[in-house]
T-cell receptor
Framework: DTGVSQDPRHKITKRGQNVTFRCDPI?????LYWYRQTLGQGPEFLTY????????KSRLLSDRFSAERPKGSFSTLEIQRTEQGDSAMYLC?????????????FGQGTRLTVV | AQSVTQPDIHITVSEGASLELRCNYS??????LFWYVQSPGQGLQLLLK??????LVQGIKGFEAEFKRSQSSFNLRKPSVHWSDAAEYFC?????????FGKGTRLHILP
């Protein structure tokens, strides 16, 4: 197992464009989390899935953001009509069914720059 | 609201010196607490975690942390730092199946 994989690692987009990020969790991990990290800040929770069910969404996740995990395996995070304020590192993490009593493993993130 | 405070944005220590990074949490119940490290270009790596039991927790890379309920603190320590310890360190608390992170402390190592 190669750990949590995120693609792409870097994305530069023009304001107003849509972008989609992918996260492949550690196989058999049924929990998957998305976080956003801006410069000088800690990661901020966006949303999480248990299998294919999206169980919680942060108020940070505006209507322009949507996340899916259609078959309970990989997940996508889409941002529509990107704004400069969306520029950040988007992190994905996964954990087993023990939830946070077991370790959450993080990917290396996707760095988004909106110009 | 549940939160984590890391009062030091930057810490500089000499190689070989001891280290203590401070963390205070705000949470009503018994907290699940974590320390993560993030090196440039790397993902977040778990150093250690506290759920219950012994209040002194040992982690990887020679780090330890002590949970003090009376002070609402979970400070990270290392007796002798190495140049490779230069990184950003995040204290975090688990709340309702998600992890809430502090803003981080950047550790600089002087040769």
């Amino acid at each position: 197992d190669t750990g949590v994989s995120q693609d792409p690692r870097h994305k530069i987009t023009k304001r107003g464009q849509n972008v989609t990020f992918r996260c492949d969790p550690i196989s058999e991990h049924n929990r998957l989390y998305w976080y956003r990290q801006t410069l000088g800040q800690g990661p901020e929770f966006l949303t999480y899935f248990q299998n294919e069910a999206q169980l919680e969404k942060s108020r940070l996740l505006s209507d322009r953001f949507s996340a899916e995990r259609p078959k309970g395996s990989f997940s996508t995070l889409e941002i529509q009509r990107t704004e400069q304020g969306d520029s950040a590192m988007y992190l994905c993490a996964s954990s087993s069914s023990g939830g946070l009593r077991t370790e959450a493993f993080f990917g290396q993130g996707t760095r988004l720059t909106v110009v | 609201a549940q939160s984590v405070t890391q009062p030091d944005i930057h810490i500089t220590v000499s190689e070989g010196a001891s280290l203590e990074l401070r963390c205070n949490y705000s949470y009503g119940a018994t907290p699940y607490l974590f320390w993560y490290v993030q090196s440039p270009g790397q993902g977040l790596q778990l150093l250690l975690k506290y759920f219950s039991g012994d209040t002194l927790v040992q982690g990887i890379k020679g780090f330890e942390a002590e949970f003090k309920r009376s002070q609402s603190s979970f400070n990270l320590r290392k007796p002798s730092v190495h140049w490779s310890d230069a990184a950003e360190y995040f204290c975090a608390v688990a709340v309702d199946d998600k992890i809430i992170f502090g803003k981080g402390t950047r550790l600089h190592i002087l040769p």
